[in-house]
């Protein structure tokens, strides 16, 4: 992780910044909670130049196909927002290498966000915390999925589990042993269209129910009581609004029950199934077996088994 109290080397004119994949809401925490995941991310390599503005050079990687206009590009609308609140005499050209795929519910449009922050913020005069550079991260995040959510790009600044409010990051503290198992069907699900599966009526119920669990979940990490976990580990608010878009969803998050999850459900927006794990043993078994049920339904799938505890986005 980058030391933020140092400089940047002298002249620097360029500098690389990866950020890693990460599981958004945690299935309580809509929009606020998410943990970063290592094993997967996206890479963006910056260039400090003279003229007043941001371009984007390439985009390299599992999807090229992404707006080259610096507007309309996730990263591109972050580091704009960048030079224009910092009021910088100086602009910023981008080249992204994509490790995630969008849709994938694994946070691909935040992780370029965040690469090309960290990467832009060590070229710096006077580099910024990592939570002063989280509003540029937001202002580009809204590209991709039309609202201002930080439970990805909380993660993917500080590392492990965090609690991402409009204004504020709080990293909440998770078991080292603790694992995650992310499994990702080759399906793709537009964040757009997975939101638009939430409009509707809500129960107040509903929302005390979730608030709960949240709650419980919160409760279980900070004291290390996995026991908590499991009990408040269970979306009742958007899971079951979303998991009809996430073909053989329900048998996939039962294989990682079946395994001893403390608890599994869609990451992001899905189609990306994870669950929690008291072990990296029960993890990696329970991956096994949430792919196969992915293979039953007829797609092949991804898998990543990390620490919930992962690591923060780091200058390359």
């Not at 050079?57 to 090229?64: D, L, Q």
């Not at 937001?138 to 201002?148: M, N």
Request: proline share 5%.
């Amino acid at each position: 992780m980058l030391n933020e109290s140092s400089p940047p080397q002298a002249h620097a004119d360029v500098a690389q910044a990866e950020a890693y994949a990460s599981v958004g809401n945690v299935g309580i925490g809509f929009d606020i909670l998410g943990h970063c995941v290592a094993g997967a991310g996206d890479r963006a390599e910056v260039r400090r130049i003279p003229e007043r503005e941001v371009r984007i050079a390439g985009i390299h990687g599992v999807i090229t196909d992404l707006p080259r206009e610096a507007a309309a590009n996730t990263a591109g609308a972050a580091l704009l927002s960048m030079r224009q609140a910092l009021d910088l005499p100086f602009g910023f050209e981008i080249t992204l290498h994509k490790g995630i795929a969008l849709g994938s519910g694994m946070g691909g449009s935040a992780a370029s966000c965040v690469a090309a922050v960290v990467a832009a913020n060590a070229l710096l005069d006077e580099p910024l915390s990592r939570e002063a550079l989280y509003p540029f991260a937001l202002d580009g995040e809204v590209v991709a999925s039309g609202s201002r959510h930080g439970d990805n790009l909380g993660p993917m600044l500080l590392g492990g589990l965090v609690l991402s409010t409009d204004t504020r990051l709080v990293r909440v503290p998770v078991p080292a042993e603790w694992h995650c198992a992310l499994v990702h069907p080759h399906v793709v699900l537009e964040t757009r269209k997975a939101r638009a599966a939430l409009a509707g009526h809500y129960a107040l119920g509903e929302f005390v129910a979730q608030s709960a669990n949240l709650a419980l979940v919160l409760a279980g990490c900070y004291r290390g009581e996995a026991a908590l976990v499991r009990e408040g580990l269970s979306d009742v608010l958007v899971e079951p609004r979303r998991a009809p878009l996430i073909p053989g969803f329900a048998r996939v998050k039962q294989a990682a029950l079946d395994h001893g999850a403390m608890g599994a459900s869609i990451s992001g927006a899905g189609p990306s199934v994870f669950g929690w794990f008291e072990d990296r043993a029960s993890a990696e078994a329970a991956a096994k077996a949430m792919r196969g049920a992915f293979a039953d339904e007829g797609h092949a799938a991804d898998v990543l088994v990390a620490p919930v505890d992962g690591p923060a986005a780091r200058v390359v």
